[in-house]
T-cell receptor
Framework: DTEVTQTPKHLVMGMTNKKSLKCEQHMGHRAMYWYKQKAKKPPELMFVYSYEKLSINESVPSRFSPECPNSSLLNLHLHALQPEDSALYLC????????????FGEGSWLTVV | SQKIEQNSEALNIQEGKTATLTCNYTNYSPAYLQWYRQDPGRGPVFLLLIRENEKEKRKERLKVTFDTTLKQSLFHITASQPADSATYLCALDTGRRALTFGSGTRLQVQP
């Protein structure tokens, strides 16, 4: 079982809703990531936090807002999403950044209606 | 432009045979290359990491090679089993501070 826990596993939201995806890890890792994955495509990097600071934002639309309250937690706040944002959102962590093995959670399935 | 390509979208083989998956990259000089397994609806799981100065790495029935001249990694599963059916992703450091994944190969092992 993965040591990266994501909640909820499934989320259905309307285009005017505000919701959040949550992620937690207790491996003492200092880097945390959000990836987005569409069907039959590889994971695409969205955000990287390193030592609780946002270090990479892959030009993600502002309707996705990440937050890292502490070194174990990572949130992704969602607002005014579009149906094309429906995907599997994967949280991950690693000891540092740059080449370290990444440990993924099971993902949160998001459907925007 | 920079690319990471995996040889085929899907690969079907018979149980007991060796599966060979290919990962090719251009315009990078990665120090590491990693392989992950992903089952449907689940997050990727790390399998093996190979460094640029290593030619080959083994773990049980898995073997990875890394040829920095050809810019290619081969991933082998020997004595394949139906339980090995999954999507396999290669990933490497592309000079930014996070791994970038290849497109993946969906392996189906027929009993």
């Amino acid at each position: 079982d993965t040591e990266v826990t994501q909640t909820p596993k499934h989320l259905v939201m309307g285009m005017t809703n505000k919701k959040s995806l949550k992620c937690e890890q207790h491996m003492g890792h200092r880097a945390m990531y959000w990836y987005k994955q569409k069907a039959k495509k590889p994971p695409e990097l969205m955000f990287v936090y390193s030592y609780e600071k946002l270090s990479i934002n892959e030009s993600v639309p502002s309707r996705f807002s990440p937050e890292c309250p502490n070194s174990s937690l990572l949130n992704l706040h969602l607002h005014a999403l579009q149906p094309e944002d429906s995907a599997l959102y994967l949280c991950a962590s690693s000891q540092g950044t740059l080449r370290d093995t990444i440990y993924f959670g099971e993902g949160s399935w998001l459907t925007v209606v | 432009s920079q690319k990471i390509e995996q040889n085929s979208e899907a690969l079907n083989i018979q149980e007991g045979k060796t599966a060979t998956l290919t990962c090719n990259y251009t315009n990078y000089s990665p120090a590491y290359l990693q392989w992950y397994r992903q089952d449907p609806g689940r997050g990727p799981v790390f399998l093996l990491l190979i460094r640029e100065n290593e030619k080959e790495k083994r773990k049980e029935r898995l073997k990875v090679t890394f040829d920095t001249t050809l810019k290619q990694s081969l991933f082998h599963i020997t004595a394949s089993q139906p339980a090995d059916s999954a999507t396999y992703l290669c990933a490497l450091d592309t000079g930014r501070r996070a791994l970038t994944f290849g497109s993946g190969t969906r392996l189906q092992v027929q009993p």
